[in-house]
């Protein structure tokens, strides 16, 4: 979720996930917040398609791992405080399986998930650390705890309606475009961190709690920093606390950040007032382009006669149809910003009537994604349509990662006299380097057994990519696990 601090201190549960029977089904309340306890207290949610059996509750699409037995009217409604544990669980598994529905109901079709299992594991509490992560590997979605050091409370990454949607847009964009996950680039980790942030956004939108209070803090006006805006703001502080930074929140897509050439750039300069290209970092300029978008989409409802919460609703349904429309067209394997922006305006286009064009390519250009004053006649570049794998030898300047052998999507639609003279080559190269100068790339050795916990860097961020040694020689995979 966020690039925590502290590596996790806890035992893995690497079994697969598979498909539970389940002969009855039920609509069930559970407790929910789509927002977290600094911001607005509780309510509940129905949750549909549930199966119980004793401790264990699952859908055919979700199963928690942690063990939850339910109140005796069979609901799954507890207090915050009295049973934190309990309340957890309970919120996380509702908020995995509506934001799954909502984003289900808009693509019109079964979101596959990468582990290629039926069901996506849940582990509500997983140990202590100030973070959440997907993970690829064992289809599962996770959130911890951590003691606040300065109000000395006990805080769940779980307990966060956001936090739990970031993840579960993760978990979603892996299975609908696995080869994302598989990219060296800046921009499609950036989309992934920014795409996992908007469904938080967007499914914190068809709250109707959420919608009445962020009309009542900015009026409609949402140029103004709010509670959509703002993203886990209970995790941040108390991550904020933790190293002294001040920080109040995670990330805020109410933000001012522009598209600059990421050669230009730092991997992460640890100041949140600069951009990087970590893809937390380099996420900010994506998310922004798509606030400035909705605030003006929020306007225009307004001045046609919504109130401001109607409006906020209205426009975050639009946003979860623009995104569903977008990934079914979307670029493979490595793309530019400009590319997916290219994409959704097409999305909006044909698939939605061209209502947002205005706005998303304003948008769009206001942040430099796509140039200013492009004519209408020019075709725009929507990535690729059919990718291939190469694979590339690291030979040069990559100190201990020399020799290293590192594969990467190209485009199939186009021909070279070879692999070795693709452009791609050398933008994977460069690529590598400063991933590996910045110290994103782990290095083991040879029959070194690595761990889950191995995979994280002192900061807490997962490696972007990790040394595999196959029959004594070197290759550099990509890390498919994400916070």
């Known amino acids: 979720m966020i690039g925590s601090i502290g590596s996790p201190n806890y035992v893995y549960n690497t079994q697969s996930v598979t498909a539970a029977a389940a002969p009855e089904t039920q609509s069930v309340d559970f407790s929910y917040n789509s927002q977290d306890q600094l911001v607005m207290s509780a309510g509940t949610a129905k949750v549909d398609d549930v199966s119980t059996k004793g401790s264990h509750v699952s859908t ?11 109140n005796e009217d069979g609901s799954y409604v507890f207090d915050q405080k009295a049973k934190p544990k309990e309340f957890t669980a309970a919120h996380s598994f509702a908020t995995v ?4 529905k909502m984003f289900q109901t808009a693509y019109g079709e079964k979101i596959p998930w990468a582990s290629h299992g039926e069901q996506l594991g849940l582990n509500a ?11 690829r590997g064992d289809g599962s979605v996770n959130f911890f705890h951590s003691m606040d050091p300065v109000t000395n409370s006990m805080v769940y990454s779980g307990q966060s309606g956001e936090v739990v949607s970031h993840e579960v847009g993760h978990a979603m964009l892996d299975g609908l475009h696995p080869e994302y996950l598989m990219a060296w680039s800046p921009d499609p980790g950036g989309f992934h961190e920014s795409f996992a942030d908007m469904t938080g956004f967007m499914m914190a939108t068809q709250d109707d709690a959420t919608c009445e209070l962020v009309a009542k803090e900015t009026g409609g006006d949402l140029t103004k920093d709010n509670s959509l805006s703002r993203t886990g703001e209970e995790l941040g502080t108390s991550i904020g606390h933790a190293t002294n930074k001040g920080r109040t929140f995670i990330r805020n897509a109410n933000n001012k950040f522009k598209w600059v050439d990421p050669s230009t750039l730092p991997d992460n300069p640890h100041d ?3 951009l990087g290209t970590e893809m937390h970092s380099w996420s900010r300029v994506y998310t922004g382009a798509m606030y400035d978008a909705f605030t003006v989409m929020v306007k225009r409802e307004m001045e046609g006669g919504m109130t401001a919460a109607q409006a906020i609703k209205e426009c975050g349904q639009q946003l979860i149809e623009l995104y569903a429309n977008t990934l079914k067209d979307a670029p493979r394997g490595d793309f530019t910003y400009k590319q997916m922006a290219n994409c959704m305006l097409k999305a909006d286009r044909e698939k939605m009537g061209g209502k947002n064009q205005e706005a998303l390519r304003a948008a769009f250009e206001g942040r430099d994604i796509l140039p200013k004053g492009m004519s209408m006649a020019e075709v725009p570049d929507y990535g690729m349509r059919n990718a291939r794998n190469i694979t590339v030898s690291l030979d040069g300047d990559f100190g201990m990662f020399s020799g290293a052998t590192v594969s990467t999507m190209v485009d199939g639609d186009k021909m070279y006299a070879s692999d070795a003279s693709r452009p791609e080559v050398g933008d994977l190269k460069t690529n590598m380097k400063k991933l590996i100068d910045a110290g994103r790339i782990l290095y083991t050795e040879p029959n070194q057994v690595v761990t889950k916990k191995d995979l994280f860097d002192k900061d807490g961020l997962p490696y972007v990519g990790v040394v595999r040694w196959v029959d004594g020689n070197m290759t550099i995979e990509r890390n498919t696990m994400i916070s």
């Open 125 to 135: 509490d997983k140990g202590e650390m100030l973070n959440a992560y997907y993970s």
């Open 60 to 70: 055919s699409r979700v199963k928690l791992n942690d063990s939850l037995k339910p």
């Open 97 to 100: 399986a509506n934001t799954l």
């Open 272 to 274: 949140e007032t600069k």
